[in-house]
């Protein structure tokens, strides 16, 4: 187990290929002498693929499509808003098309700036529900109700974790619903944008965040009367990191002193996970949700010890053309019925034995630049890319705001001529 006073020991200031060497000695020699080609190399991804003028005008014509579509999005929000005193229904109906709206923004964003190869693959217990489209899409037949468990490498992999959902069949990018820190919730458009969409803040202190965490799954768990007087639960994708955070060399170092304060392994590419959370989630939609989905995520061309963030900036990533050659998921299921529910120790414990599992596929990862072929159905790994089935889609989202501003301007010319006759 790496202790907490060898990481401690790590040179400061942000890691570069190489380093690593010294700090997780369990790397053997081949392993070093890798990292030494990489360091001669420099970036995992090689060299920047535009130069600073053209690096400059992507970042002006990046931002300008996400903030313009943000802001499109948020007026739309608004524009429906006074449907939540109409019908509950409605307006929550409402708000998950402008969540779905959300999704294409940041899917056609990752598609035409930072284009890279997905590979997929999973265990047995969910290989019957990835196929592949005749047009190399990959297609996810998961259920439109579970919580969504993942290792948190750097912050967009709730980007390709939101990206799934659209890959689903049914489509579940409307219905993404993703915990977030407080702070969050005070970045303009933003962070209003995430409460339309119902996202739950969290201060990160249990006694605080515990009733309206418990106020917010409610309302997720909460059944619906249909016309014909069936009952029924509106689609829902949790998404949990409990690790809390991104991977970072701070993160590992309060993880190895976490694990050395209850006397546990530590892991060696992973966060330790915290269960609280997970564990008061879990028991809240009990009755309601029956599986889990894990996804075990890896970015190819981060060296072992190193950290994902270091490498795979915004810039770099969108901006420079140097993002990961490949993003690689790896899925497993497990069901609610098998886990330790009644007792919070007794859930710890299976929680960090699903990551002590995590860390060895990341193992083989690291080693091998794979994970497991599927356990069963397709042979191999499905490679895709993060893309909309049409070309077109992206127009979906100025939709709804061109058609109040149809609608508004044919009423304003109506009442003008009304007035004038």
Not at 112 to 128: E, L
Not at 226 to 255: I, Q
């Amino acid at each position: 187990m790496t202790t907490t006073s060898e990481l401690r020991h790590r040179p400061n200031g942000k890691a570069v290929p190489g380093d690593e060497f010294d700090a997780f000695p369990m790397a053997s020699p081949g392993v070093a002498d890798a990292m030494l080609n990489m360091q001669q190399a420099g970036h995992p991804s090689g060299e920047a693929k535009y130069g600073s003028i053209r690096s400059k005008f992507r970042a002006f014509t990046a931002a300008l499509y996400f903030f313009g579509g943000s802001m499109v999005i948020h007026l739309t929000q608004f524009l429906g808003a006074w449907f939540y005193f109409l019908n509950r229904d409605l307006y929550y109906a409402y708000m998950a098309v402008t969540k779905e709206s959300f999704g294409l923004l940041v899917t056609t964003m990752t598609h035409w700036w930072a284009p890279t190869v997905i590979r997929i693959s999973g265990d047995a217990s969910t290989a019957d529900q990835l196929s592949v489209t005749p047009d190399g899409r990959v297609e996810c037949s998961f259920p439109d109700r579970m919580v969504m468990i993942a290792n948190h490498q750097i912050y967009t992999d709730w980007l390709y974790l939101w990206w799934v959902g659209y890959t689903n069949k049914p489509r579940m990018h409307g219905h993404i619903y993703i915990i977030l820190k407080e702070s969050l919730k005070y970045i303009p458009i933003i962070g209003p944008g995430c409460m339309f969409f119902s996202f739950i803040f969290m201060s990160r202190k249990m006694a605080v965040d515990r009733p309206r965490l418990a106020h917010r799954l409610q309302k997720l768990r909460m059944k619906h009367e249909g016309p014909d007087g069936e009952e029924y639960l509106n689609p829902m994708w949790l998404l949990l990191f409990p690790e809390g955070t991104n991977l970072s060399d701070n993160g590992r170092v309060k993880s190895a002193a976490w694990a050395e304060k209850i006397g546990v392994k530590d892991t060696a590419h992973l966060m330790l996970p915290r269960s609280t959370g997970t564990f008061f989630c879990l028991n809240e939609l009990k009755g309601s949700v029956d599986y889990v989905y894990d996804c075990t995520v890896a970015y190819e061309g981060v060296p072992r010890g190193g950290f994902g963030e270091e490498y795979f900036t915004l810039s770099s990533t969108f901006f420079q053309g140097r993002g990961p050659k490949s993003v690689n998921l790896y899925w497993r299921r497990f069901a609610l019925a098998d886990m330790p529910l009644h007792d919070q120790t007794e859930f710890d414990g299976w929680l960090r034995e699903r990551w002590y599992e995590k860390d060895a596929l990341l193992e083989q990862y690291v080693t091998t630049g794979r994970f497991p072929a599927n356990g069963a159905g397709i042979k191999g790994h499905i490679e895709t890319e993060v893309r909309t089935q049409y070309w077109w889609e992206f127009i979906k989202i100025f939709t709804w705001l061109g058609c109040f501003g149809f609608f508004l301007t044919s009423l304003t010319r109506f009442l003008l001529k009304f007035r004038d006759s």
